[in-house]
């Protein structure tokens, strides 16, 4: 039956995998061939998109969907850090580990390449942060030394070190701020996450910083991979987050602040000051404390009907960019998929800015759709549609159907209203909770054929997504 045929090109097409028979044409769309890089961190160097994540890993692509392995793992044969276990000798040992995790590279006004890596036992915040350079983007990366050190006897400012309050100095993001300052955003659970302010002559922290300021978290609460993205016609500073744990039951869930000044303080959509998102003292792991805070843009999903079967688990640790010639916004990010264990894959997903400012995620991959004037009957129609709520939870959010009707209703399996605001603005209302955000069509690789979404928040910082359903393809 031919649903059963789009259905399997739809699974292929998820798993990064382009079919052999089938595809769209070329100049329609290039098929989605992706790379298995955890934690990916993005640079752009003339016109390639590069992403470095853990293990030593990392891709490249020209377009934000088909990516080419550069490096898998950490190994003495590495090209990005030749000869790795000598030349982070100090590093591997204090950290009592074998690996790297999530790095970011940054270049700075010498031109030269720099590679902020780390490492963690694991287990306990026994960490070092450090940056090594290199003339060329792809390698080789020499060591230049470490910045930082956590889970040992004393923190920086010689007090005893407390995982309570003092970071894990892991994930680093590096970036530029509006005046040309350099600022390093970090840390995971443990005590939070902190920002210092480094000298773009050298690439270290200027000095008396110690760890620098806090952010978010503390008391261990699972927050983490810290990414800052400067909107300019906005005026805004978004810091990114990634909350719950990492693998495919871990609840991974990416929520985004802002903030008019790059070290904050950083406030969510409801005005909560994200200094306040940490669990009480003397908790570990208290989910519930942080679930309130943040704007959720993406968590667990499932999107299920007869011809199709595209869903995420435990998306996050995300990077960010801005093209400036384009004015597009994208996440970065990795995920696992329903029923494929703790594979993982990159991802990149265009978000938009709703009236209010804020950051919405595009529903489907990335594939060249634009924002541009929709029609009120281009809108109407059936959809498949997720509500992502505010949980830290590893039970995916399965899309139910609901109409977009021509009154401006919604009917089905939530009720509410609808309207089209300007060109593409759209403000959804369900169960009396106003969002919004904007509607939007992009390529569905399950109906072959660009469909209508939308994609909400509401002031709590709960996203919807909704996609056109394609009646045809059901009926086959």
Same mark, same amino acid.
């Given at each position: 039956m031919k649903h059963l045929a789009v259905l399997a090109l739809f699974i292929l097409v998820a798993a990064g995998t382009a079919a052999a028979q089938g595809e769209p044409a070329e100049d329609l769309l290039p098929p989605?061939?992706?790379?298995?890089?955890?934690?990916?961190?993005?640079i752009k160097v003339g016109d390639v998109y590069y992403v470095f994540g853990s293990h030593l890993a990392a891709a490249k692509s020209t377009d934000l969907r088909n990516w080419q392995a550069i490096e898998t793992r950490v190994h003495d044969q590495n090209r990005l850090i030749p000869d790795?276990?000598?030349?982070?000798?100090?590093?591997f040992a204090w950290a009592e580990t074998d690996t790297l995790w999530a790095p970011d590279v940054i270049q700075l006004p010498d031109g030269r390449f720099y590679m902020y890596y780390c490492a963690c036992r694991g287990d306990s915040p026994l960490s070092a942060l450090g940056v090594a350079v290199s003339d060329h983007i792809e390698g080789p990366y020499k060591n230049l030394g470490i910045m930082l050190f956590s889970g040992g006897l004393r923190a920086p400012d010689g007090s005893?070190?407390?995982?309570? %309050? =003092?970071?894990?100095?892991?994930?680093? =993001?590096?970036?530029?701020?509006?005046?040309?300052?350099?600022?390093?955003?970090?840390?995971?659970?443990?005590?939070?996450?902190?920002?210092?302010?480094?000298?773009?002559?050298?690439? /270290?922290?200027?000095?008396d910083q110690g760890y620098g300021k806090r952010l978010v978290g503390g008391n261990h609460s699972r927050i983490e991979g810290p990414y800052i993205l400067y909107n300019p016609d906005l005026d805004y500073y978004y810091l990114f987050l990634s909350f719950g744990g990492l693998d495919s039951r871990g609840g991974y869930n990416i929520r985004v602040a802002r903030s008019k000044n790059p070290d904050g303080p950083y406030f969510d959509a409801e005005g909560k000051n994200m200094l306040d998102a940490h669990g009480?003292?003397?908790?570990? /792991?208290?989910?519930?404390?942080?679930?309130?805070?943040?704007? %959720?843009?993406?968590?667990? /999903?499932?999107?299920?009907?007869?011809?199709?079967?595209?869903?995420?688990v435990s998306p996050g640790h995300n990077s960010a960019y801005h093209d400036p010639e384009t004015d597009r916004y994208f996440v970065i990010m990795h995920t696992r998929f329903p029923q494929s264990g703790e594979y993982h894959e990159v991802r990149t997903h265009q978000i938009f800015f709703n009236e209010d400012g804020w950051p919405v995620m595009a529903v489907l991959p990335y594939a060249f759709e634009t924002l541009g004037k929709v029609s009120t009957e281009e809108v109407v129609g059936d959809y498949l549609y997720v509500n992502h709520g505010k949980d830290i939870s590893f039970v995916r959010k399965r899309a139910v159907e609901i109409s977009l009707n021509a009154d401006g209703t919604i009917s089905g399996e939530a009720a509410g209203t609808w309207h089209l605001v300007d060109d593409y603005f759209a403000r959804v209302e369900i169960d009396g909770v106003l969002y919004k955000g904007v509607f939007v069509r992009q390529w569905d690789p399950a109906a072959l054929d660009r469909v209508m979404t939308f994609t909400v928040l509401s002031e709590a910082g709960v996203a919807l997504w909704g996609k056109e359903l394609q009646r045809e393809l059901l009926d086959q």
């Open positions: 989605l061939l992706s790379a298995s890089v955890h934690d990916p961190s993005i790795v276990y000598k030349e982070l000798e100090e590093v005893l070190y407390d995982a309570t %309050k =003092h970071p894990n100095v892991v994930d680093p =993001h590096v970036f530029f701020d509006a005046e040309g300052e350099l600022w390093m955003v970090y840390g995971s659970y443990s005590g939070g996450i902190f920002i210092l302010e480094l000298d773009p002559e050298t690439g /270290f922290p200027l000095p009480p003292r003397g908790s570990f /792991f208290d989910d519930r404390s942080i679930e309130p805070y943040g704007v %959720k843009l993406v968590g667990s /999903f499932l999107f299920r009907s007869d011809y199709e079967y595209y869903g995420y």
